[in-house]
């Protein structure tokens, strides 16, 4: 995993803990690395999860198939993020959700036992390891918000505002890629992907935004009027 030390050092769990001891931490934290291959299940619904995975390199997407059989994307990952940040802490708690490799995708995983349990050493980097658990459940947390915000939305134009503007605010720029395909986009936005396609054509007519493919430019007018989304 040493080639991947680089990568730990910018993920958030180990924000602020120099590479050195990151190369120590994970031997004491008792780490193990897993490769999956395209489509291949990291999690799947129903599964007791007991590790907090790092995405060392790849994307992946957490789902949840309904009872019609349609899937719906909860979550996109990619390096750097974790996987299972929530349910490792939640006492056994059954997973709601599966976690898909999207590409070539491997994934360090962490006993939650060890890091939540006192370094024997008590030491200061542990402890740093512990803040930055903490502020990833309230990112994840704040990721399935974002989510949510899409989907109590009523109409197709309003979720799909919702997700651009909040695209052009993370990527401070009207002009922007976003991570998904159309089919992808209406998966998370849970909508058909014929009512996607129409929209955004009916939208563009409009002039409230332009696109080609994955690269979308929304209006100066429309990002200020719909900044509260």
Not at 131 to 155: F, M, P, Q, S, W
Not at 173 to 191: G, K, M, Q
Request: net charge neutral.
């Amino acid at each position: 995993m040493r080639e991947y030390i680089k990568t730990l050092e910018q993920s958030n769990i180990f924000f602020g803990i120099k590479n050195v001891d990151i190369e120590e931490m994970i031997v004491c934290l008792q780490a193990r690395q897993r490769e999956y291959k395209k489509c291949e299940m990291v999690i799947w619904e129903g599964s007791v999860v007991t590790e907090i995975g790092i995405i060392l390199s790849g994307k992946a997407r957490s789902i949840k198939e309904g009872i019609s059989g349609k899937t719906v994307i909860v979550t996109l990952l990619e390096e750097g993020d974790f996987i299972g940040v929530l349910l490792a802490a939640s006492h056994e708690r059954k997973s709601p959700v599966s976690v898909q490799a999207l590409d070539h995708l491997s994934v360090m995983f962490l006993p939650i036992e060890r890091v939540l349990g006192r370094c024997a050493k008590v030491c200061r980097r542990h402890d740093l390891l512990l803040c930055n658990y903490l502020d990833g459940i309230a990112e994840k947390a704040l990721v399935l918000h974002d989510r949510n915000d899409c989907l109590i939305k009523t109409t197709v134009r309003e979720k799909i505002l919702t997700y651009l503007t909040r695209e052009a605010k993370d990527k401070d720029s009207i002009n922007f890629t976003i991570p998904l395909d159309r089919e992808a986009l209406a998966e998370y936005l849970n909508v058909e992907r014929s009512a996607l396609s129409r929209e955004l054509s009916r939208m563009k007519k409009d002039g409230l935004i332009d696109y080609y493919k994955s690269d979308f430019r929304l209006f100066y007018q429309v990002a200020l009027k719909n900044q509260n989304y």
